[in-house]
């Protein structure tokens, strides 16, 4: 098993490990066997999951004599909301958990967030194990314990910080995952070169195609580089008291833009992020703060990867510049009603600032959404 | 205000401070001032504690110039509910509230269990502030963390630890508590003596008659006994790992005493650990390892105070010892399938143990509800 990587996540009161590989749900019991009492493992999977994957979940589990139970969700993201979280729980307390009972997210993002939540609050918390299988959820919603779900008034604005025991990132997992949602799950990696890491980006840009064409060996590399980023920044601010929302970059821009297209299959979270990375570039462009040089570069290597890169790329949509607004004025990061950005001085070097006027985000709207 | 004594609860992360005296809602500006941001505080209470006590606090909070928001509850356990947690989740979201958001439970029991586990999963974690209003809130459960909401499954079966900020626990208000509810909370107080120490049990035998007829003095005295002894064990066992379980004394027998009476004003939460301690007390005697001089003193107490000491002091309910194993064998408590019970080997020397046979468990019930 040379071929596993592992990276410490480290945490005051439970650190955990990410193991980053091939054929790690073919061989998930020996991983998992050091962590499972001996109450049956509940696993939480949706209808596409299981159709793909869940096979060689249990049959690992049950070579290793790893007892368990599956339940299993239909697919979307309807499930991340308080019928979801609330039929979900009523399936788990039927089986009777015990305070020792685990239970596996084996999914994407929203099987995750879901499951994380649930343990967190199932008999006031029980240990939860993700693996994760979309390229989104290993380099990002798998780790660093944000669980929740969505209300009327927005998304994942109930929730927990909740970490898991273990994280099991399956990379030939992904090759049954449609080009589209690896292009979406390709554009959180890119954030993290844009994030804090120049030399990442420039890998990306020389490695990108083939990884997303099917190279394991790149993709490894980049889910590792991911995590690591991630787990960097993770384990000194938990709870997002200050650098952790730089993970945030091009979020903000992002969600409103999910939340007008109604956090529908037009528009995926990462293709929102890929196109709010570039309206942040150009913002930190428009205050005078970054080279329109980086600015460009970004643009066209999300694009030559076939990411959208300006809400005019979402097809059958039109934009209005006063709902955006709207919807980044109620974002969980507004504090004393004024929004919180995350710009940058150029590829690599972002920052956190409240110092934004309404009037430039206005005007960079407008830009943005004018065909 | 050297009337106000102050107790100091250790915890790793962030330790709070409890307040006892009288009247402290009538003065609360003081003490929350220094904890809430420029974000109106949320307080939510219910529509009893609002008729006796929300314009005092309000009052407070005008001299103070601290800016507030009040929802209110109706009245009753069937809040503690999923359409009771997802109907004050979406009248919170409504009023905009930020990661620095402060929500104060003002009330007893529902209310502090509901706002706890709320501001828990608001926003991922607010801060949150409890102002008991019953004597059972300000000796148990406003203090330590525990929160949570009823299924059908069961009470509490889903919640979370999460420690409030600060708690002011107004003596005063208890004067506009019925007796019936003074008594219940009174039972717990004589817990905390049962659990561990003796001395304070002897106090309460002397004392607790005075108590309960009003003495703000003794009742004083007796809070913040049982909070120190409450928060001594918290603060080495948040999670309930180990001794932390010694505060259920008591409780699974409870626990289904109320399940079977279908937790209604039948069988206040109080007195049903009152019959629960007793019940406890002749399990341990049964088996050999307390003394029936004990047992006796114990249920001579209680029942001089007149709390009901025996399943049949309940009006108008007949018990199936079966119904009572099965909601015993539902608890939280259970491990490998096997109930935990709190024994004793006398007053004050209480202990966890796992060893007990279903047969002895079915023998005392048999006994306990023969008329």
Same mark, same amino acid.
């Given at each position: *098993? ?7 996540? &480290? ?16 061989? $998930? ?11 049956? @493992? ?11 994957? %869940? ?22 993201? &309807? ?11 009523? $399936?788990?307390?039927?089986? =009777? ?15 995750? &967030?879901? /499951? ?34 969505? /209300? ?23 090759? /049954? ?26 890998? %990306? ?12 060996? %790149? ?31 091009? +979020?903000?821009?992002?969600? #409103? ?8 299959? =037009?528009?995926?979270?990462?293709? $929102? ?47 209005? #510049?006063?709902?955006?607004?709207? +919807? ?10 004024? *929004? ?12 956190? /600032? ?8 206005? @005007?960079?709207? @407008? ?5």
């Amino acid at each position: *098993m040379t071929q596993v990587e592992t990276l410490q996540v &480290d945490l005051t009161d439970r650190g955990y490990q990410i193991l980053v590989g091939p054929n790690l749900i073919c061989n $998930a019991a020996q991983y998992l066997s050091p962590l499972i009492s001996d109450k049956p @493992a509940i696993i939480i999977t949706d209808s596409n999951v299981s159709q793909h994957h %869940l096979e060689k979940l249990t049959n690992s589990m049950k070579d290793g004599d790893i007892a368990y139970t599956v339940i299993t969700l239909p697919a979307g993201e &309807d499930q991340k909301s308080f019928k979801g979280l609330q039929n979900l729980i009523s $399936a788990i307390l039927d089986k =009777k958990p015990e305070r020792n009972s685990t239970l596996i997210a084996f999914g994407g993002g929203v099987v995750g &967030d879901l /499951t994380g939540f649930l343990a967190s609050i199932i008999l006031r918390g029980i240990d939860f194990i993700q693996i994760p299988t979309t390229l989104l959820a290993q380099v990002d919603s798998s780790i660093g314990g944000k669980t929740g779900i969505n /209300t009327q008034h927005g998304k994942n604005l109930v929730g927990s910080f909740y970490q898991p025991r273990l994280v099991l990132s399956d990379t030939t997992a992904l090759e /049954t995952l449609p080009r589209r949602e690896l292009l979406a799950g390709y554009a959180e990696i890119v954030k993290y070169g844009l994030i804090g890491d120049k030399n990442f980006f420039e890998w %990306l840009e020389q490695n990108g195609r083939p990884l997303v064409d099917g190279s394991q060996k %790149l993709r490894k590399h980049a889910i590792i580089a991911s995590c690591r980023a991630k787990a960097k920044i993770v384990s000194k601010d938990e709870k997002e008291l200050g650098n952790r929302a730089l993970l945030n970059f091009g +979020h903000t821009f992002g969600h #409103s833009l999910e939340a007008e297209t109604g956090f529908s299959e =037009k528009l995926l979270h990462g293709e $929102a992020v890929s196109i709010g990375m570039v309206m942040a570039f150009d913002l930190s462009v428009q205050k005078g703060i970054c080279s329109p040089k980086d600015a460009a570069q970004v643009r066209a290597h999300l694009a030559s990867m076939g990411l959208p890169t300006r809400p005019t790329d979402v097809p059958n949509q039109t934009w209005c #510049s006063d709902a955006l607004l709207k +919807h980044m004025a109620q974002d969980k990061k507004v504090h004393k009603g004024k *929004m919180t950005f995350i710009l940058t001085r150029g590829i690599g070097d972002t920052f956190i /600032t409240s110092e934004v006027d309404n009037t430039e985000v206005k @005007a960079l709207l @407008a830009e943005a959404i004018a065909v």
